[in-house]
């Protein structure tokens, strides 16, 4: 009952308190309305016919996997430093078609439920019913370290012959595995023409700060128009 009536104001009621074992969450929130955000690195999507490749609790063996991969430019980077994210699609059934549970019914016999198999249905049906991803992020926010960390995850890919994307060098931050996106306080090129660590200020980014308050509202309604 406690949990339905939290809302948004929880996140100032860990901010303003003075728990020390609440220094941590506080710091994560400081990081969010900074948008220092973890990067995102990459992924790879182990192939495994019989069963799912890794559980959730593996995330910190592959992190220290993957650090291994990289040799000594990895050095850099300790394993609290990335986050392994391991996500896994199905239909519902894990690896098994979810079809097979379903019965059928045929006009010349509606009160018969049969099951149908696989040749019965199509040819064409996948034999694959799961798929998995697993997802490296970097915590720290200098572009060093995204390079060796996507090195030593590409390194870690190749060593269990898994396939990894290809790094966009296209991308307007020129981040390993990342896409551009736009926040009020301006785009990562931005960020990375003033050659700081730190998140621009509103009057460095590339929305400034109006004059009065009806300039903001107008250029919010344009920034954020309903669907």
Known sequence: EAFSKLNDSILSLIAMSDNPDLKPAQEMIKR????QLYKYIGQTAPIDENKVKYSKSQGSQIVEDILAA???ECKLLEPKDLLVDIVTFDYGSGKHNPIDKMKFYSKSD???PVSLKREHVSH???SLFSEQHVRLYCKKLDKKCFNVAWKCFQNWCQSKDYGVEDLNDDDDDGYPGSTPYTTPFGTPSSRQK????????PQSASMPIPSNVSEVAKKLSFHFKPL
Do not use: A, C, Q, Y
């Open 124 to 126: 064409m049906l996948p």
């Open 32 to 35: 969010i309305e900074k948008r």
């Open 194 to 201: 003033n050659n700081s660590s730190e998140v621009p200020s």
């Open 70 to 72: 990289g040799g000594n």
């Open 110 to 112: 509606p009160d018969k």
